[in-house]
């Protein structure tokens, strides 16, 4: 079964831009999370997309936004890039059901490198 | 406001040693708490998960202990070797299964 896939893999932008990152979860996987990865803050929680609906959300700003298609392909948006938006974004998906509280162990892609000059 | 503190340190020990890593959190009620390992330029891997109500897991060399009334996790690596060198993180969840990641600690073994 092929894994978590992210593309594109690098990408450098300019302050100001937007961009969009994209995600195909492992098949048969209905949720799809994000997170944002720095040195100083750590793994932080974006939000996760359950059958096409935003179900959680984290503490970012709504310049972060996403969005997850009918066969759960997912996408993640970021408008007016700052500075401190370069990090490394990880797509995860997981065997989640619809009761959205059990356990299910995170597959997490390899990520995209963002930097924002 | 929640609150996951892991070793900020490194940690560095000698090949067959046992490595401990230790999760401690505040302010929360997890339902249960996993435990991944992420490596350079890598996403994290899933190792082990544990429910409020277990004391402990075990999975080959892996074993890990949860205690709700210290809020406090440890993950021990027996007969430990250098490819389980590599950050660990330890995640909890809530009742709306949102993951919250602690910062990780870096595992250094040598041989």
């Known amino acids: 079964k092929a894994g978590v896939t992210q593309t594109p893999r690098y990408l450098i932008k300019t302050r100001g831009q937007q961009v969009t990152l994209s995600c195909s979860p492992i098949?048969?996987?209905?949720?799809v999370s994000w997170y944002q990865q720095t040195p100083g803050q750590g793994l932080q929680f974006l939000f996760e997309?359950?059958?096409?609906?935003?179900?959680n959300k984290g503490n970012f700003p709504g310049r972060f936004s996403g969005r997850q298609f009918s066969n759960s392909r997912s996408e993640m948006n970021v408008s007016t890039l700052e500075l401190g938006d370069s990090a490394l974004y990880l797509c995860?998906?997981?065997?989640?059901?619809?009761?959205?509280?059990?356990?299910?162990?995170?597959?997490f892609g390899p990520g995209t490198r963002l930097t924002v000059t | 406001s929640q609150k996951i503190e892991q070793n900020s340190e490194a940690l560095n020990i000698q090949e067959g040693k046992t490595a401990t890593l230790t999760c401690n959190y505040t302010?929360?009620?997890?339902?249960?708490l996993q435990w991944y390992r992420q490596d350079p330029g890598r996403g994290p891997v899933f190792l082990l998960l544990?429910?409020?109500?277990?004391k402990e897991k075990r999975k080959e060399r892996l074993k890990v202990t949860f205690d709700t009334t210290l809020k406090q996790s440890l993950f021990h690596i027996t007969a430990s070797q250098p490819a389980d060198s590599a950050t660990y993180l330890c995640?909890?969840?809530?009742?709306?299964?949102?993951?919250?990641f602690g910062q990780g600690t870096t595992l250094q073994v040598k041989p």
């Open positions: 995860a998906s997981s065997l989640s059901t619809s009761g959205g509280a059990s356990p299910y162990e995170q597959y």
């Open positions: 098949s048969g996987h209905r949720s």
């Open positions: 997309y359950f059958s096409e609906t935003q179900r």
């Open positions: 302010n929360y009620s997890p339902a249960y």
């Open positions: 544990i429910r409020e109500n277990e």
């Open positions: 995640a909890l969840a809530g009742n709306t299964g949102k993951l919250i």
